[in-house]
């Protein structure tokens, strides 16, 4: 995908004056301001200080506050289910959006039967890991090597690594696009930033919201007697607020108000490029549109018989403003909606 690291992040306030100041004579009426901007910090844990952890299992899933890190040791069960996790406090809850996340991971320990990782679930369930919302796990079975695996809601896509050395530690980030539902993943070796592995705009179905970070394992028979253990650190967890073409609400609508006619503009941060404007008139008689200080329309452009005009136009990376000025009686409306060619 290609929006990470290009965040919009560019201020509108002189823009916005600027233009402004092109139109002192008007009175200027702002009807909107949606922004786009940087990436949301939803939850961050160095672990060194008290992560404030829960765990069904303490004896085995704990803070080690020696080496500021988090640890799960996680045993396969014979009957019932095992509960070898620690939940993470709660945090905002994403749904239905982009999301960054990373974190350290290191398996000290690896043993078939037990799949130590972190889980990214609802802490609101009685039973969290049993519906995950994805997960991302250090994976041994007889047929396969060691690997880590990476996995949507309910397994409906995986991934899996190369083979994972023990002792290890691994950075991983993970970058999911609600709009297209796709997935990177990038895997460095923490101590040299070599890269490990890389999955790009790989199909990931994310259904259900998630809340809490789980590190550990839900267990369920076959018991094989064996243990595997991780170490968790430097977890990030944030929503990705990228730019979009036109303003968070289309169309904008602005409507012709009782009085004498006012200048009404809306200022919108854009990723910017080529596009289109399309522009449906209701009623409307005459008036002035502009964008970014250039006429879009003028008095001469509107006539009875034209109800929608398709306009390309080119937007600014940064900050916009789009002013309208409708001289019809009041009541009449003009309705605007970019959107960028694709
Ligand atoms: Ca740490």
Redesign the pocket.
Known sequence: MKRRGSFCSHGRSFFATAMMSLFSGFAILLVAVPTAGDNLTLYQE???NDPNYWSPEPANCYWDAVN??YVANVYDVSSGIGHDYGLSPPFAAVADASFHVEFDMNITLQDWGSYPGIVFVDGSLTDPLASFVWQFFFFWADTVPKEFALYDTGGTHWYRSPRVAKNTWYRVVVDYDHPSGAVDVILTLRDTGEIFWELEDQPFLIAGSFDTVAIGQRTAPPKYGRLSTEHI??ILVALVRGCEYGPSTQPMIFTRGRGKPVVESAVWESCGGPGTATISLEDVSSGWVFLNGEMLLAPDDFNPHVVTLVMDVSLIEGANIIEVELAGKPGSRISVEFQAVE
Do not use: K, V
């Open positions: 160095d672990f060194t500021g890190w650190d430097n």
